[in-house]
């Protein structure tokens, strides 16, 4: 019952967010009743995607990838933009690392249809997979920040070096980041690597995974 009522004040904290961003509800002194301003749904997120040009990521895309799941998933995981295949299908995370992080979850229980959303941190697939820039991090950022706020997830698992440095705010390696947890605007985060670098490196990426995923399943069982 603590751990509930600690999350539910960690989501009025969540609140001044929502005034600044202006999405959300306006608060008025105590009225039983804040007055809506605007609601915001995915639904409306992934149009916005489907028609934005905020960046140069939008030039080369052949479909916008604004991440797929469940409404209130257990965890969302959130990678660092599509690869070629989620470019073709507009589906995250389907290739083989895709495939692979699938098995991840099989491990600790959790299923895509039943417990996660899986998104990235741009939505448009950069030209050969180099990193996104900043400048299209920036451009992109509110709509991750919108998704998060929709979607409550009880856990946020950054998969490799540039969502854990974006969401986490640092400029330090995977390698130092993970092994703990961290908090993005009242949820709790955990870093780990990217499963296409694991696909590569497996003998030194694939032992400290399973500890990240250990974590993972312990703070869900801890609900
Ligand atoms: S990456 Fe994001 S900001 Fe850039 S065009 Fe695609 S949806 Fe828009």
């Known amino acids: 019952m603590n751990g509930i009522v600690e999350r539910f004040n960690k989501l009025l904290d969540l609140s001044m967010d929502y005034l600044e961003d202006g999405v959300r509800k306006e608060h008025h002194g105590n009225e039983a009743k804040p007055e809506i301003i605007e609601e915001d749904s995915l639904d409306r997120v992934e149009s916005e ?13 052949i479909k ?4 797929k799941g469940v409404l ?51 939505k448009c697939r950069p030209p050969g997979n180099r990193d996104p820039h900043p400048d299209e991090i920036d451009a992109c950022r509110g709509y991750l920040d919108r998704q998060i706020r929709i979607l409550k997830p009880s856990l946020i698992l950054t998969v490799g070096r540039i969502a854990a440095q974006v969401l986490i705010g640092s400029s330090n390696g995977i390698g130092r980041l993970r092994g703990r947890m961290y908090d993005y605007k009242g949820i709790p985060l955990i870093p780990t690597y990217h499963p296409s670098g694991v696909l590569r490196n497996p003998e030194s990426y694939r032992k400290p995974v399973w500890e990240d995923l250990k974590a993972v399943r312990k703070f869900l069982d801890s609900l």
């Not at 040009?53 to 080369?60: F, G, K, V």
């Not at 916008?64 to 991440?67: C, Q």
Request: charged content about 30%.
């Open 49 to 61: 995607i489907a028609a934005c040009s905020r960046c140069r990521l939008c030039e080369n895309r």
């Open 72 to 122: 209130h998933p257990k965890v969302m995981i959130i990678g660092e933009g599509p690869g070629a295949e989620e470019d073709k299908t507009g589906i995250p995370f389907v290739g083989k690392a895709g495939q692979y992080m699938d098995k991840w979850m099989d491990a600790i229980d959790l299923r895509r249809d039943r417990d996660l959303f899986i998104g990235n941190i741009v």
């Open 64 to 67: 916008t990838v604004p991440g």
